[in-house]
């Protein structure tokens, strides 16, 4: 007679020095992830929260760029390091622990040291939330973060095209599975506007809106293809914490509020 194995339990540390752990993920690359993580991130810290903002992306950091920071974390013991501040928020990238031009190839089990350390080693302190930027996929990254680290809700960001979409749905699958709690969907680069004052739906129109209805998720905001927007990211000033007042800013700001209230 054969027994089935009882299921694998995993043990979800959580990060120490801060109250809630968020992930902003997407299954595909480019739809914006970083961009609106870090937007998130200064929105919430307009709403008067100590936030942390954690680059998780091991292969291609951006944090260093989208925040104009090239400082090495401090570390007094050889082992735990001090996040970097910036802007007001404390950061950690695999990034500035490496030469931006040195392309990262590692193999699946250093990806998974490499989080341990990210989520266990340093110091935060003080924190309300710290915002987690994810790689694209649904790799070791998103499982190690699913499964061994405790986290309190995961954003899934999209563009509202079919493509995109059949990877969001990967996503919240993944989620749902390893009982992550999904607090919304956003649709990035939901629309263009012109300069004669039109809205331009150039990946399709409400994808993700109703993919987020087919799911019983939350839908938390179309946020436009703006060019203020993606110069404040290569400039490394970050819209909400610089304009905070610009129209793309006040979408991340109701964006951040209904992420507070979720809380
Ligand atoms: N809503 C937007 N409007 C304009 N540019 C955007 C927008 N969202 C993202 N971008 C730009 O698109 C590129 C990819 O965004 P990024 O945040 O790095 O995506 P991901 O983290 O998902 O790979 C960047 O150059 C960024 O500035
Ligand atoms: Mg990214």
């Given at each position: ?7 694998k ?13 968020l ?6 690359g ?14 919430l810290?307009k ?5 942390g903002?954690l680059?998780a992306?091991?292969?291609?950091p ?11 974390p401090?570390?007094e013991d ?8 910036k ?7 695999m ?8 392309p ?10 490499a989080?341990?350390?990210m ?7 003080n ?25 309190d809700g ?12 059949l990877?969001?749905?990967?996503g ?6 390893t ?13 263009f ?7 331009y ?6 994808g ?16 436009p293809?703006?060019q ?13 914490y ?10 991340f ?11």
């Amino acid at each position: 007679m054969s027994q089935k194995p009882p299921p694998k339990q995993f043990i979800k540390t959580p990060i120490k020095g801060t109250k809630y752990t968020l992930l902003v993920s997407s299954a595909k690359g480019g739809v914006g992830k970083s961009t609106i993580a870090v937007n998130i991130a200064f929105a919430l810290q307009k709403l008067s929260l100590n936030v942390g903002i954690l680059d998780a992306d091991v292969y291609g950091p951006s944090l260093p760029k989208l925040i104009d920071l090239n400082e090495k974390p401090k570390s007094e013991d050889g082992k735990a390091m001090i996040p970097v501040e910036k802007y007001g928020a404390q950061c950690m990238s695999m990034g500035l622990l490496v030469d931006e031009n040195t392309p990262m190839i590692w193999r699946g089990p250093m990806v998974i040291s490499a989080i341990k350390t990210m989520t266990q080693k340093v110091l935060w302190k003080n924190r309300d939330v710290i915002i987690i930027d994810m790689p694209p996929g649904t790799g070791d990254t998103q499982l190690t973060f699913a499964q061994e680290v405790k986290i309190d809700g995961a954003i899934i960001v999209s563009t509202p095209q079919d493509l995109a979409l059949l990877d969001v749905k990967r996503g919240i699958q993944m989620f749902d599975k390893t009982g992550v709690k999904i607090l919304g969907l956003i649709d990035n680069m939901s629309f263009f506007k012109g300069d004669d004052g039109k809205d331009y739906k150039i990946f399709g129109e409400s994808g993700v809106e109703r993919t987020a209805k087919e799911f019983s998720k939350e839908f938390l905001g179309h946020v436009p293809l703006h060019q203020d927007l993606r110069r404040s990211s290569d400039t490394g000033k970050p819209l909400t914490y610089f304009e905070p007042d610009h129209e793309v800013s006040n979408i991340f700001l109701n964006i951040a509020k209904k992420i507070k209230e979720s809380f």
